[in-house]
């Protein structure tokens, strides 16, 4: 496929190969797995070839419109022609045994010119192959992180707790990514997701040893600052109503999230850094409390923008009876509103605007203090804060 009218040299050759490769005559047999299972290496070389193609699917439809937050990865040039290449090199290695099986076909019984049509030369094909792999490897497209890609699913299988853990944080990122293309004019989502965000920070502080009311621990901590820019935003969304009721499978993921969290690393009890643990099963968890970390910044980000998309468009309310005195001063058309007996009205660009730096202040938390607007103090002492007391126990009033 061509991404461009100028493709990469390393398209152009996939493209001449493709184009090579020619289309199976109609007499050709079904393929083994068709009819019976795997049974051979190269039956098992198809089924992952097909697998591969499934998986490619999941993230991107014909036209390559993105159908998950990962689809962009698909298209990376860097990381689309070392795959290229790579495809070149099996077709390659094929190609060289196609002479050999034609001639075993043969001498099987097979009928020469049914051999021909099935099996032609390779000659040809092995060429172009090669040619894919050589232009990949004078552009240094040697190493691809397709290799990483998974199966785009919303459904959580694992029963072990830490698998089920990167399963639901993986479903909550696809759906904050989902929402920004279809916002579902709720704040009551948007604050599920920091909420999420916010304790997965505070967890992985916790795996770590980091005592959260030692405020030089919370400042050398990446997770543990990140959870505090994290509950400066849930204030801040608290505050905010939308027109729509919320997501409800986000919300209840948030609420497995938290039971999670609460099993595998409980707050409670804090230990040595579990990080430094030779244990598989320690590394595994703490692998994957650091990847929800990541994950959760990416949705914060796509967030954000739906936010944004939200207040533009004024449908994130305040209720009247917070607005200060001055704000009403300076805007007469809400005196008038709230006078009439208005109970809603649409939040002030300056205190969205607020809120748009402390989904900022989450990308920036775990890099540095210096550029963080939020005081470490916050989680610190987070336990004390009323507006944290439903965060951090065992069951919140908002997941009841």
């Known amino acids: 496929m061509i991404a461009t009218e100028h493709p990469h040299p390393v398209e152009a050759a996939a493209l001449a190969l493709a184009q090579t490769l020619q289309v199976g005559p109609d007499d050709l047999p079904p393929h083994p797995q068709v009819v019976a299972p795997p049974r051979r290496d190269w039956d098992q070389a198809g089924r992952y070839l097909r697998a591969a193609s499934d998986l490619l699917a999941t993230h991107v439809n014909v036209t390559g419109r993105a159908l998950t937050p990962d689809a962009a990865l698909v298209w990376d040039p860097v990381a689309r022609n070392a795959a290229l290449g790579r495809v070149g090199g099996f077709v390659a290695q094929l190609s060289v045994s196609q002479d050999a099986l034609a001639l075993r076909a043969g001498q099987a019984g097979l009928r020469w010119e049914r051999v021909g049509r099935w099996l032609p030369p390779g000659d040809r094909t092995r060429t172009v192959a090669l040619e894919v792999v050589r232009v990949a490897e004078l552009s240094g497209a040697t190493v691809t992180d397709l290799d990483g890609l998974t199966a785009a699913s919303t459904q959580v299988h694992s029963t072990r707790p830490a698998d089920r853990l990167g399963e639901l944080i993986a479903r909550i990122r696809r759906t904050a990514w989902d929402v920004r293309e279809q916002p579902d004019c709720s704040v009551r989502t948007l604050a599920d997701v920091a ?93 994957t409390l650091h990847g929800a970390c990541a994950a959760l910044v990416q949705a914060s980000e796509w967030n954000a923008a739906t936010f944004a998309r939200l207040a533009r468009t004024a449908q994130v309310y305040v209720p009247i009876d917070t607005l200060s005195r001055d704000e009403l001063s300076d805007q007469p058309d809400l005196a008038t509103a709230k006078l009439n007996g208005a109970r809603l009205v649409p939040a002030l660009a300056e205190r969205t605007e607020t809120t748009l730096d402390r989904y900022r202040d989450v990308a920036r938390a775990g890099i540095s203090t210096a550029t963080s607007r939020w005081d470490p103090a916050v989680v610190a002492h987070a336990r004390t804060r009323e507006d944290a007391t439903l965060v951090l126990s065992r069951e919140p009033a908002a997941l009841r």
């Open 195 to 287: 909420r999420a965000g916010f304790e997965v920070a505070v967890h992985t502080a916790t795996f770590h040893g980091v005592d959260l009311h030692d405020r030089q621990a919370v400042g050398r901590d990446p997770s543990a600052r990140r959870a505090g820019a994290w509950l400066a935003l849930m204030g801040d969304l608290r505050g905010y109503l939308g027109a729509g009721p919320g997501n409800g499978q986000i919300h209840a993921d948030v609420a497995a999230v938290h039971q999670l969290l609460g099993d595998l690393v409980p707050r409670d009890r804090l230990t040595s850094d579990r990080g430094s643990s030779a244990n598989p099963d320690e590394r595994h968890l703490g692998g």
